[in-house]
Structures are given as C-alpha cells and as structure tokens.
C-alpha cells in the first residue's frame, strides 16, 4: 500500500519555527520528486517547495524562499520542511505530495499522483 503520512503541524505565534516531516511507504522517495503543497478552504492547492529525485534541485514559492527549506533522508524515505520565521498568511493545511518523472511542471499538483492526508499548520498570537 502506498502511503505518506505528514506530521509536525501545530500552532505557533508569529515569528516561530515549526518541522513537517512526511514518512513514505509504499514508494522509494529517490524515485520522485517529493512537493509540499498547502491549502486554505476555499482556495486552490498551491506548491510551497519540493524536491528532486536526485535530492540536487529544489524549488521555493516566492512566498517562502529565504524561510523554508525542504530536504529528504532517503535512509528513513521521508521528507521534511522546516519552516522558520513563520507568519499568520502561512496559515493552511500542509500536504506532501510524490510525482513520478513525466516531464511536466512540478508545480503544479496535477504531477503529482499521490498524496498525503494533510497535516494544519495555524500562525497567530
């Protein structure tokens, strides 16, 4: 059965630190390029970094560069997104998200074939 399961989501006031971590099974991570994607109700899925098979390129959405950093262990076949200087607009539910080589943008969710459940991140004084 092919699964990821987030976890490290909570609630902290502005200014502070928190890690996702997103553990596979199911899939080898070194196959994929692993996203994190975060979603508001009533809003559209969008990509907030991700990571290629290789571990050698990544991507940030311009709304968290220089404060998010993904990275992978493919030792443990999990992904993490450390998330520092976290504001109230980062606000949303996480997902990771793993998609196969097919050439297309990995930004864009549809490249992506399997998901995870989702993991609240809530920002606020």
């Known amino acids: 059965q092919v699964q990821l399961v987030e976890s490290g989501g909570g609630s902290v006031q502005p200014g502070g630190s928190l890690r996702l971590s997103c553990a596979a099974s199911?899939?080898?991570?070194?196959?994929?390029?692993m996203g994190w994607f975060r979603q508001a109700p009533g809003k559209e899925r969008e990509v907030v970094a991700y990571?290629?098979?290789?571990?050698?390129?990544?991507y940030y959405a311009d709304s968290v560069k220089g404060r998010f950093t993904i990275s992978s262990d493919n030792a443990k076949n999990t992904i993490y997104l450390q998330m520092n200087s976290l504001k109230p607009e980062d606000k949303d539910v996480y997902y990771c998200?793993?998609?196969?080589?097919?050439?297309?943008?990995?930004?864009?969710?549809?490249?992506?074939?399997?998901w995870g459940q989702g993991t609240q991140v809530t920002v606020s004084s």
């Open positions: 199911g899939l080898t991570i070194g196959g994929y390029t």
């Open positions: 990571i290629s098979w290789t571990g050698r390129t990544t």
């Open positions: 998200a793993a998609g196969p080589a097919t050439g297309g943008s990995y930004r864009e969710d549809r490249n992506y074939d399997t």
